[in-house]
């Protein structure tokens, strides 16, 4: 079974508000943090150069200054525009006034015509006190042009539009760093702080982890009334480490507290602590605890602690690191507030094998709370708060959906509610009915059905011998789980199933239980042989699975002959002459030990098919008969299976 996401949907949220699509609502968007004034004042000046370098005026011919003396000499070139960048000669004498120039920061080299069919002669100036004199002699009106538009103009394409530019794209990196733009905000944290008194979770929310929330009442008394603590003497703990598999309410839990004490509530992922600059993340655990400090009472809320506290043990090469740094400043200043200031530290982490010893200790993480998969009960408990706001059928029975969902987290348990109301709508039902929380468990443990899969006479024919196989090897072998289900239509990966649900919570399995596991797996390659007289790869899965069980009776569970009571399981150390923060399991013992092992492996696997074996040619009636009615119906229920199997005795 598949665990879901991690903690539970909860009634109330301190978030912000949600639209009908489950979004946040956008707020207004700002260029860079900017308004959009400045680019509206950046499309204003290249739309002005661009319009100003096509309508200034017609294109020039560009010749020697030696022609362009000779043209004057010759009375072709009436008139002269003087500038520092060049000299523009016109064959018209009639000279425009300097007040049409009205275009901004117009081009100094744009010259200026005075009609169509108009001749421009441009070339560049050469410092010669006789064009003056030439120009007098002919009686050439000349002026100068004043550059000051055209140098601002090129001042801004030159500086100001770049720096911009630049300015603009690194705000955008920031952003998307998540660094907010701002440089300086890089050692700042990425807590979401919750306001005293807005988080509206409180431990009536949570139901199947009653021993941790009795643990976790003590500190939201200390939270509402630590007088009475500090009188006596006591010290409550700095800080409580959630510890569960995934989907099992950690998070839910911690909002549960601060919902209860009432207090503010800083919520912050260990992912957000560690960034690509180096001593970012201890500077924001600094950033953090200062905060927290000017509002306590309050609780620091931590998820997933393992990014930031994975063991340093492991590190030979002993580099420094971010990582490293951010734990080394963490484990400073859970040392740097005593237990009377109103401080608690809550983290969660479903990997404690992996944190640091230092993290661990008295005085830091001193209280560990387990928050385990729920029992029958809590199943039962949890199933009715997720269906609080559910339309259900008379008909439909909580008790009975908790009783065969044994191993499923509190997250499975919402997923399957929610799955249900899905298929009740898709149905065109008004109330969600027992057949939409079966296919809803069924959907979770086995995958989605693929109705368009169509199999071949013979792939369907084999596949009902194989499952067929798998549930009467069950209904033989005793302290079986018992057949809920037998299926020849595609789901997930799988060509058909065969759906066993406990009846009862079970914490220990003995050696004959294993054995049997093995049985019920090896049943269908068995009933394969049997009527194909070949092998198919569609029992791979299944003698994956045995040869797991077979392998930790005898490295695990010490339930070998020679190795009896001796666990051989491999030990995490770390690669050698690397900075690797995961262990590499290396086993601690002989090769010839190893070849033990795999012997003992195929030995345990061949004696359990060849019983197996026997088994189901004493049933080949019963065999067929199953597999000719699964063939017509494609499902059998517990009801109809049970029905062929009555009368029939374990040999």
Not at 320 to 339: A, I, K, P, S
Not at 430 to 452: C, P, S
Not at 453 to 479: I, M, Q, S
Request: aromatic share 8%; hydrophobic share 40%; glycine share 8%.
């Amino acid at each position: 079974m598949s665990d879901g996401p991690a903690g539970f949907p909860e009634n109330g949220s301190d978030q912000e508000p949600l639209s009908p699509f489950g979004k946040k609502p956008q707020k207004p968007r700002r260029f860079g943090g900017w308004k959009f004034t400045v680019v509206y004042l950046l499309l204003f000046l290249a739309l002005m150069s661009v319009v100003n370098y096509f309508l200034a005026g017609k294109s020039a011919t560009v010749i020697d200054f030696s022609e362009f003396k000779n043209r004057i000499s010759s009375g072709e070139i009436k008139r002269v525009e003087l500038s520092e960048s060049a000299f523009t000669g016109y064959v018209n004498e009639k000279k425009i006034p300097q007040a049409q120039n009205t275009l901004p920061f117009q081009f100094a080299l744009s010259p200026r015509s005075t009609g169509e069919g108009e001749k421009i002669y441009r070339t560049i100036p050469i410092n010669d006190p006789d064009l003056i004199k030439l120009m007098d002699e002919k009686k050439i009106s000349y002026y100068a042009v004043s550059q000051q538009g055209g140098a601002i103009l090129n001042l801004i394409l030159s500086w100001v539009l770049p720096i911009v530019f630049f300015v603009i794209v690194w705000r955008f990196l920031m952003k998307r760093s998540g660094l907010g733009g701002n440089v300086l905000s890089v050692g700042q944290n990425k807590a979401v702080i919750v306001a005293e008194g807005d988080i509206l979770t409180r431990f009536k929310d949570v139901a199947g982890v009653d021993e941790a929330k009795e643990e976790l009442m003590e500190v939201v008394d200390f939270l509402k009334s630590p007088a009475k603590y500090i009188e006596i003497g006591g010290k409550i703990p700095k800080g409580v480490l959630l510890i569960g598999p995934p989907g099992t309410g950690k998070t839910l839990l911690a909002r549960a507290v601060a919902g209860e004490a009432e207090v503010a509530f800083f919520r912050m992922s260990g992912a957000d602590f560690v960034e690509m600059f180096v001593g970012v993340g201890a500077a924001r655990v600094r950033d953090l605890f200062k905060q927290a400090r000017t509002k306590a009472p309050c609780i620091i809320f931590i998820d997933e602690l393992d990014a930031i506290g994975k063991s340093r043990i492991n590190n030979i090469a002993g580099s420094n690191d971010e990582r490293e740094q951010t734990l080394n400043q963490l484990l400073v200043e859970m040392d740097g507030f005593d237990g009377t200031s109103g401080l608690i530290i809550l983290a969660a982490t479903n990997r404690p094998d992996v944190l640091d010893p230092a993290l661990l200790r008295p005085g830091r993480f001193d209280r560990q709370v387990l928050v385990d998969r729920p029992d029958l009960k809590g199943r039962e408990e949890i199933l009715k708060i997720h269906s609080r706001g559910v339309k259900l059928s008379p008909e439909v029975e909580l008790v009975g959906i908790a009783r065969i969902t044994s191993g499923f987290s509190g997250a499975d348990l919402a997923n399957i509610v929610n799955e249900a109301a899905l298929l009740a709508v898709r149905g065109g039902r008004k109330l969600v009915e027992q057949r939409d929380f079966n296919e809803a468990i069924e959907k979770t443990v086995a995958g989605l059905q693929k109705k368009t899969r169509v199999l071949k006479n013979e792939e369907r024919k084999l596949t009902a011998y194989h499952e067929a196989g798998h549930a009467l090897v069950a209904a033989f072998t005793p302290n079986a789980d018992p057949v809920q289900k037998i299926s020849i239509i595609p789901r997930g990966f799988a060509l058909g199933y065969t759906l066993q649900m406990p009846v009862e919570d079970r914490y220990t399995v003995t050696r004959s239980d294993l054995l049997g596991k093995i049985d019920i797996l090896l049943g269908g390659r068995i009933d394969e042989e049997m009527i194909s007289g070949e092998y198919s790869t569609g029992a791979a899965n299944d003698l994956t699975k045995a040869t797991d069980i077979a392998r930790k009776m005898i490295t695990d569970y010490g339930m070998s002959e020679r190795f009896r009571n001796v666990a051989l399981t491999s030990r995490g150390v770390a690669a050698a002459g690397t900075d690797r923060q995961e262990p590499v399991f290396q086993r601690e013992y002989a090769e010839s030990t190893q070849q033990y092992i795999d012997e003992e492996v195929a030995r345990i696997t061949e004696e359990r098919y060849e019983k197996t074996r026997l088994l189901l040619a004493e049933k080949t009636d019963l065999l067929n008969r199953v597999t000719a009615l699964l063939l017509e119906k494609e499902t059998l229920d517990e009801k109809e299976f049970n029905d062929l199997v009555k009368g029939a005795h374990s040999p």
